[in-house]
């Protein structure tokens, strides 16, 4: 079976902070790992995938496979990165189409 | 282009009550899903659909119903709701299996069951 955990519901750091979001998985194949993200008042929206290697809005995550982790993390936060963060991996799914499994969310205040 | 639509955005029903969440797209996307979002349990996955005519069951099915005739809508029906089934429910679709993964997620519906 595959899982996501966010081990953290709430992160609050100062804008110009570091700000790392804690995420873990267990998958028994090779897996995709995603972050989505859900401004205020707006859809969820990708945020970055582990096959891209990108950094998107500053924010960058690398999967570590020996210790299944996929951090997302930013050297200085802001305020407009106030957010609710979702963790997902892609796993197959009844054999028909790789559907994702998402973490319970951390949701980031970045203070003034 | 709307992308992915939801109606209705609010909803309140009494325990007993059926009703059906609309979802609408116009990407012509080939997978569809609903997920429902409680605080602190993420997004769960309820249905999915590859296609128009195939449909499964994600992570949490029981008391919810789907159905897919054509490629655009994607409704879920709740034959009788619950108390705890009070939740907010996303529609989503992606470009096939080619589309990587990346879903394109409709505005939510906020469902209240008394």
């Known amino acids: 079976a595959q899982r996501v955990t966010q081990p953290e519901k709430l992160l609050s750091v100062f804008k110009g902070a570091p700000v790392e979001l804690k995420c873990n998985y267990s998958y028994s194949g090779s897996p995709e790992l995603f972050w989505y993200v859900q401004y205020s008042r707006q859809r969820l929206q990708l945020l970055l995938r582990?096959?891209s290697r990108e950094s998107i809005k500053g924010f960058t995550a690398d999967l570590n496979k020996g210790e299944t982790s996929f951090h997302l993390k930013k050297p200085f936060a802001q305020e407009e990165d106030s957010a609710m963060y979702y963790c997902?991996?892609?796993?197959?799914?009844?054999?028909?189409?790789?559907?994702?499994?998402f973490g319970g969310g951390t949701r980031l205040m970045v203070k003034p | 282009n709307a992308g992915v639509t939801q109606t209705p955005k609010f909803q309140v029903l009494k325990t007993g009550q059926s009703m059906t969440l609309q979802c609408a797209q116009d990407m012509n996307h080939e997978y569809m899903s609903w997920y429902r979002q409680d605080p602190g349990m993420g997004l769960r996955l309820i249905h999915y659909?590859?296609?128009?005519?195939?449909?499964d069951q994600g992570e949490v099915p029981n008391g919810y119903n789907v159905s897919r005739s054509t490629t655009e809508d994607f409704p879920l029906r709740l034959l009788s709701a619950a108390p705890s089934q009070t939740s907010v429910y996303f529609c989503?679709?992606?470009?096939?299996?080619?589309?990587?993964?990346?879903?394109?997620f409709g505005a939510g519906s906020r469902l209240t069951v008394l």
């Open positions: 989503a679709t992606q470009n096939g299996a080619s589309g990587a993964n990346v879903l394109t």
């Open positions: 582990h096959i």
């Open positions: 659909s590859v296609g128009a005519g195939i449909t």
């Open positions: 997902a991996l892609s796993g197959l799914l009844n054999n028909a189409g790789n559907m994702l499994t």
